[in-house]
């Protein structure tokens, strides 16, 4: 029986058994996953941004998180040798109704610490001429990277600590037993104390 069982392989599940691992390395892990591949969904196919958190309320968990999640994964990437850029980003006015929304946005990046800068249309101009605006934000610290090769070193990372990674395990019913839960399978049944459910989109209900 296994101490703890995570049902999803993207970037969310991986981490998580990742983080356990390192945090109860005496414990039984394992992490099931329903295709033959890692990060096979929305983690392999979103845009790749570093996110600034420039948008969220401030003070607001999201806010907190999204600040110190650019950190941590800036700073994991360059532990690991993985490719990131701090490339940075734009945001525009175009129309006059506009401005004010873009004051509200500098105001509310300064107020979640991030390093901004308020940027004139010649300004702009500069880093993307092919934009044609009234004045903009420059945002510093957001990024890219691809996040299925982070989602590999997790692997690596997890595996080398005790993880059991299964891919091909496509879990088809759940039953909860007196000390935890039974996970079925398409192939096989696991036993585990506790079940942590990061199947994105695949969850079952």
């Given amino acids: 029986m296994y101490n703890y069982i995570i049902i999803g392989g993207g970037i969310v599940g ?44 401030p003070g607001s968990f999201k ?11 800036v700073d994991f990437c360059q532990q690991h040798q993985i490719d990131y850029r701090i490339c940075g980003k734009v945001i525009v006015a175009t129309e006059p109704h506009e401005l004010p929304l873009l004051d509200n946005l500098y105001e509310r990046g300064l107020a979640n610490q991030i390093e901004i800068n ?32 982070v989602c590999l070193k997790y692997v690596e990372i997890a595996r080398s600590q005790g993880v059991d990674l299964y891919k091909n395990a496509w879990v088809k019913d759940l039953e909860a037993i007196a000390d935890g839960y039974v996970i079925k399978t398409d192939k096989e049944e696991y036993q585990t104390e506790f079940l942590i459910n990061c199947g994105g989109l695949y969850t079952i209900a």
């Fill in 14 to 57: 991986l981490s998580t058994a990742m983080a356990l691992s390192q945090r109860f390395p005496h414990a039984k892990i394992a992490l099931l996953e329903k295709e033959a591949s890692w990060a096979a969904h929305q983690t392999g196919h979103n845009s790749g941004v570093i996110h600034s958190g420039i948008y969220y309320k």
């Fill in 118 to 149: 308020k940027l004139t249309q010649e300004q702009v101009k500069e880093i993307e001429p092919h934009v044609s605006c009234l004045a903009g934000i420059w945002v510093r610290s957001t990024g890219i990277v691809d996040y299925k090769q």
């Fill in 63 to 73: 806010a907190k998180l999204c600040h110190q999640g650019n950190r941590s994964m």
